[in-house]
């Protein structure tokens, strides 16, 4: 896949002396009455669940970095969460050609029977899992999460999940009205959890763990025998077990393994994935969730009321990324791997800085040696040194002392960047 180039002001929006703004037409520079606010009018209450849920603080990063990046200020991110490349071209066609058909009206629900069967064939081969294509349901890998949170967890529910893990599960496990029940990891084991200490965790109110393999943020991948030992204490504990394997093709070292596939574990097992980094497919919006069929039949009726169906046109351009050639995921995942070895070499070479060499994903999670809350390092490395990763804090409390550094960038991006950081380091 060709790398994308970092987007510059274009030359031709940006404004030159003696340009003047356009006018505005007369018709819109007063707001008409009908839509001003009078005296009396108030806005909308938002509803309690929503307190104490944060907006995604990645969405937030990326979205400041943009702006910055728009005023021309020269930002090296690495704080993307998707592959710098483009869509493999074979799929876009696929797309275009869906379109050029005239395919652009409501699907079934739960995906095309087409890509229901694709899914269903890819998981059942290269993950083991055993399914068909009645356990798929196609949707938005992040609203697969959501809508799982509020079809099998109710009020006071537990859910355990690793600390630190991705911001949006305990954003949907509360907006469901469970509490997320955090285990902590740690460095030196390089973030993977510890069974015992989910076994030590259950409480009569426990409903489901939730896994996510390779993770994002610390790019570490459980071990099978870690897996086996997780399933068994769900087993035991009647818990279903949400297994996020978004990042299930990103690998460099080991192999992964899908929990769906243990035995007796597929009918407790809600497995999320899709297409956005496997295929560098973000804006696409396709994913999928695989699960019994009893389980897909109440995330259907959540589908049904909330975004009725996956985008039409972009369904047949999914069987073919699945069922098409794979060359370009795997040039993508050798390059990354190159990029993961680079940036490690380089952060190594930091002093205060510390780093594992994760086994997936595209993520490096570096511990650093001071006192400062990670939010705060992060908004002077953005302020003074020009370059964006996430804080740590982010995905949890142990993720304190830590930031994200997503290596989803060119080369020469990672060079210059961790250049910055390194001479930022020494000045703080
Ligand atoms: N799970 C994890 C761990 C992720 O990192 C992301 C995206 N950042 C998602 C789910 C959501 O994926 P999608 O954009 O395909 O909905």
């Not at 969405?59 to 005023?71: G, I, R, T, Y």
């Not at 629900?109 to 890509?115: D, K, M, Q, T, V």
């Amino acid at each position: 896949m060709a790398a994308k180039k970092l987007s510059k002001v274009p030359e031709e929006v940006k404004m030159k002396k003696g340009d003047k703004p356009a006018a505005v037409e007369k018709n819109h520079s007063k707001v008409p009455e009908e839509v001003k606010t009078k005296k009396g009018d108030k806005p909308a209450t938002a509803a309690k669940r929503l307190s104490g849920v944060p907006a995604s603080g990645t969405v937030a990063l990326s979205n400041l970095v943009s702006q910055m990046k728009s005023m021309g200020i020269d930002i090296v991110s690495f704080s993307m969460g998707e592959p710098d490349f483009v869509t493999p071209e074979n799929i876009v066609e696929a797309c275009k050609a869906s379109l050029n058909e005239g395919f652009t009206h409501y699907t079934p629900s739960a995906g095309i029977p087409e890509l229901r069967k694709a899914i269903a064939a890819k998981a059942f081969s290269d993950n083991r899992i055993p399914c068909t294509a009645k356990n798929v349901l196609v949707t938005p890998c992040k609203h697969a999460i959501f809508m799982s949170a509020l079809a099998f967890l109710d009020p006071g529910d537990e859910v355990i999940l690793p600390d630190p893990s991705w911001v949006s599960y305990e954003a949907c496990i509360r907006l469901a009205g469970a509490k997320p029940v955090y285990i902590p990891t740690k460095f030196d084991d390089n973030f993977i959890i510890d069974p015992s200490l989910i076994s030590a965790s259950i409480t009569p109110k426990t409903k489901m763990i939730v896994l996510n393999s390779p993770s994002n943020p610390t790019g570490s991948v459980i071990p099978c025998e870690t897996i086996k030992d997780i399933s068994k204490i769900a087993i035991e504990n009647n818990l279903t077990v949400l297994s996020d394997e978004i990042y299930e093709s990103i690998i460099y070292e080991g192999k992964h393994h899908s929990v769906a596939a243990v035995p007796d574990m597929f009918e407790r097992t809600i497995t999320i994935s899709g297409l956005s980094k496997t295929y560098a497919m973000t804006g696409w919006r396709l994913g999928w969730a695989i699960a019994s069929e009893k389980s897909i039949k109440e995330l259907d009726k959540l589908q049904t009321h909330s975004i009725s169906c996956c985008v039409s046109f972009t369904q047949p351009a999914a069987v073919e990324a699945i069922n098409g050639p794979q060359k370009e995921k795997e040039n993508m995942v050798k390059e990354f791997k190159k990029r993961r070895d680079l940036a490690v070499d380089l952060i190594r070479d930091i002093k205060g800085l510390d780093v594992n060499v994760p086994k997936g994903a595209f993520y490096l999670f570096p511990k650093y040696d001071s006192k400062v809350k990670s939010e705060v390092l992060c908004t002077k490395m953005l302020e003074e040194a020009h370059v964006a990763v996430t804080p740590g804090s982010a995905f949890g409390p142990c993720g304190e002392g830590f930031f994200r550094l997503s290596y989803a960038a060119s080369e020469d991006q990672i060079r210059e960047g961790l250049s910055r950081i390194k001479k930022f380091m020494n000045n703080l």
